[in-house]
């Protein structure tokens, strides 16, 4: 059987209504995917800007702990600088001691041979030295004294 013109025109024209349903079906799926996959990357760019921002505080919070590291550094090295330094001092001071006694011990010997003498009977020139080397002697326990 043969169809007419206008039977032909209608299969066809059916056709077409079939074929746009068709495409506007896959049209209507491929924008759900489309959709889907704008939603994942919207999600997936939040998610690495928190990744990004969490790096980030992570790396403010270990600069400014570095930091404080090395601030710490630089004190404990000015402390030891200066316990250093105080140490010296005192050696400096322990050798000044030292010296003082020394002088000491040899002034209490010349006041020893002043004594002497003056029993020997040289007694005026004697007192002179004795009280010349007591002077010298309290000078020296004064200096003493002031270094501790």
Do not use: W
């Amino acid at each position: 059987m043969t169809k007419t013109p206008l039977q032909l025109f209608t299969t066809q024209q059916q056709q077409l209504l079939l074929l746009l349903k068709a495409i506007e079906q896959q049209t209507l799926l491929r924008q759900a995917d489309y959709d889907t996959l704008i939603d994942q990357l919207q999600a997936n760019q939040t998610s690495i800007t928190a990744t990004l921002d969490a790096v980030s505080d992570n790396a403010a919070a270990s600069q400014s702990a570095f930091t404080r590291l090395v601030e710490k550094g630089i004190v404990l090295k000015r402390q030891a600088a200066k316990k250093i330094t105080a140490i010296h001092k005192l050696e400096q001071k322990a050798e000044q001691l030292k010296e003082a006694i020394r002088n000491t011990r040899r002034l209490m010997i010349q006041i020893q041979h002043v004594h002497t003498e003056m029993r020997s009977g040289q007694c005026i020139q004697l007192q002179l030295k004795v009280r010349q080397l007591q002077a010298k002697n309290a000078a020296l326990i004064t200096a003493y004294q002031c270094l501790y």
